[in-house]
């Protein structure tokens, strides 16, 4: 709420009790100064809600403005993915809408990890990344719960970054110790299960893969999918894969613009969101 409509209310909620209170206690000392309170306070009662109405619009729009810069951002996020398909582009944009991800969303997660995730850039597997383990941080689900492909990934992409970038990353080296011995000695030792387990510890919870940069919306919410309807119903055209081309605005393609992602259609439809989309540039970033 604006900072004018906040004194504007307290001015008009005053205002109208202090009017209440007079006409309660008997009005004025005739029946015209009793009439003119009650006008007066019809007259304020009507201001008040002409105000409130004037927050909700300009809320709404706020609102509005934030989901095209989230919907933007997610698009360009994937159009960076130039060895993703157009479909998978689609795919991929769509899972940067969500701020985390939920049990809902395990079937086409799976599907992502297991056909499309590999030929993601760093980046689009850190943006997943995060999604990933801010589920675990919202108590949507326990990183064992999550779909085998899933795991198997985020816990092998883990394994290199503590290996390799531990040195890097302040929050990584938050991580107790013998969590992160456990951990590396059950992945090396090929028992998966008790590495997925070890995984759902706090300490791994509370420092993998915290901040959010890239794709976010600082005040939007996000609650069901009526409201994500507005995400995107085509990605910028771009060569297949195969071709191993480059993303390019030959002749007979699309440009995407913020308004294209004020549609509807998407699909498969996406499932219960909450919270804000967001994004992150490393694992312990």
Known sequence: M???????????SKLISDLQMSIFLGGGVSAATTSMLVKALADAQGQLVG???SEEREQREFERKHEQEVATAAIAAAEREAALSLSEKQEFASFLQCEFFTKTMFDRLDRFYTNTWDR??????????HRVWEGVRRGEYQFNELPGAVKEREAQRLYEVLRHEEGRDQNLRQIEPQDRNDFKDAWEGQRRDAAFKILARPSFTENVSLRSEAVKSESVTLNSPSEVSKVLNHIAAAPSPESNAKVSHAAGEADLKPDDLLLTNLT??????KGNAASTKALGD
């Open 2 to 12: 604006s900072e004018t409509n906040k004194i504007e209310l307290h001015r008009l």
């Open 51 to 53: 105000v409130e109405r």
């Open 120 to 129: 993601l850039s760093d980046d689009g597997k850190a943006e997943m990344s």
């Open 268 to 273: 498969p439809p996406l499932p219960q969101l």
